[in-house]
């Protein structure tokens, strides 16, 4: 990849001053070398969890502290799980779609997405290209929204309760947009195989462009709030590092590995939908802290508001869904005048459809890193199995590597730049 494709945190309003990791590492030294034989040998076992605001939902985590500094952390996950897979392999692969969308609960665009990527590709069935910029331009608004309620439940961590306020606004518009288009604010059931399920109504396209121009000048209030605040900057810089390496050793993608100075994006490296009908750059960091990972984020709400704009403005005239009668169901103005459009709407929803044998697993990039959805047809109705990467589950990892000699306030901290979502990881 070329440079040009990986900007440096600078091109998003970062802070002149350098960054350097020493002299948080000496201090916890100093003060651990400095506490007597006895205290040092002291050590504490805390249950953070399952239900503490600063976990990010229903997580536990075994935190021994030798006085305020960590020093082992053993997630312990399982509290909400629901199940989600194996349910879906007892549904036929069109009803299966809601319920892969409830995983993760904040990404359930991106859910869909995988789940029809890898049923399209047993089926060999052709997405029309307007289908395709209609899902990239409702993948990154859910991309927008879900780094909104990082950003402002996060900030909440900090002691920045003015941000969870303005971060929540602009998720609002975002959900009326997905109500507009969709019907639904939540869990909108839009991405379906071969397409999506309607086209975008009169006037969305406007409404929409609104939300673009406005977003770029919000994102930049919420990077006065916080780069100027130096309670966060003390929090976030250079706390909790950890090297591209080690991430990648772990299997950590996403915002996370990308802070550490990694590009690795798969909307670049391996693109789906269209995604290489566009101009974006990918943003990275250089030392791969806290600050880098909330600068990441940040940063990518500015290259997916690009992408938005540039869907609309290249928006393929066309079919919204395939024309493949054996796995769309067919125009709904047909149902009431057509006979065997009624009885084909009427098997598609109750039987369903076959798929031939075969397994694929089909990733995408989604909020939190690489989400991938692994499917296996056995040739009938429903899907023999159905596994899915969750990249919060692989990212869960790597907070002990992160946080093993910090202070707890950081380890904090820390979980909050993770952005774990439990419904993804209990799946």
């Known amino acids: 990849m070329s440079a040009s494709e990986e900007p440096a945190l600078s091109d998003y309003r970062r802070q002149e001053q350098s960054i350097t990791l020493a002299p948080v590492e000496e201090q916890i030294r100093s003060e651990v070398s400095g506490a007597s034989d006895e205290a040092s040998h002291e050590l504490l076992t805390l249950n953070i969890g399952p239900h503490h605001p600063a976990t990010h939902g229903v997580l536990r985590l075994l935190v021994t502290l030798q006085g305020e500094v960590v020093r082992d952390i053993k997630p312990i996950i399982g509290y909400v799980h629901t199940g989600i897979e194996k349910t879906a392999e007892d549904k036929s692969y069109w009803k299966a779609i809601p319920v892969v969308e409830r995983m993760d609960y904040l990404s359930y665009f991106f859910n869909a997405m995988a789940y029809c990527g890898a049923v399209e590709t047993l089926l060999d069935v052709e997405v029309p290209a307007r289908a395709q910029y209609l899902r990239v331009i409702h993948l990154e608004l859910n991309r927008i929204m879900s780094h909104l309620v990082w950003l402002g439940t996060s900030a909440l961590d ?150 938005i704009e540039q869907a609309l403005d290249g928006l393929p005239e066309g079919p919204y869904i395939t024309t493949d009668r054996k796995v769309a169901l067919p125009p709904r103005h047909e149902l009431a005048t057509s006979m065997e459009a009624l009885i084909h709407h009427f098997k598609l929803v109750t039987e369903g459809f076959r798929v031939p044998p075969g397994e694929i697993y089909y990733p995408i ?6 989400l991938g959805c692994f499917v296996r047809s056995d040739g009938s109705s429903k899907p023999a199995r159905v596994h899915m990467r969750d990249p919060s589950f692989v990212n869960l990892q790597a907070t002990a590597p992160m946080a093993e000699g910090a202070y707890i306030a950081d380890l904090i901290a820390t979980l909050a730049m993770l952005d774990p979502i439990l419904g993804g990881i209990d799946r």
Request: neutral net charge.
């Open 158 to 307: 900090l002691g920045a309760i003015s941000m969870f306020w303005y971060c929540f606004r602009e998720r609002e518009a975002i959900l009326d947009l997905f109500e507009f288009s969709t019907g639904q604010r939540m869990h909108t059931r839009y991405i379906q195989v071969g397409g999506v399920a309607e086209d975008i109504p009169r006037g969305f396209t406007e409404k929409l462009r609104k939300f673009t121009d406005a977003m770029p000048s919000r994102a930049d209030q919420y990077g006065d709030l916080l780069n100027k605040n130096e309670i966060v900057l003390q929090r976030l810089r250079g706390t909790c590092p950890l090297e591209a390496e080690k991430l990648l050793a772990l299997g950590v993608t996403g915002p996370l590995l990308r802070a550490a100075g990694n590009p690795w994006d798969l909307r670049k490296a391996a693109p789906y939908s269209s995604y290489d009908h566009f101009d974006f750059k990918i943003p990275v960091g250089t030392v791969g802290d806290n600050y880098d990972r909330f600068a990441v984020r940040l940063a990518e709400i500015y290259e997916s508001t690009k992408i």
């Open 365 to 370: 990039e989604s909020p939190r890193g690489e």
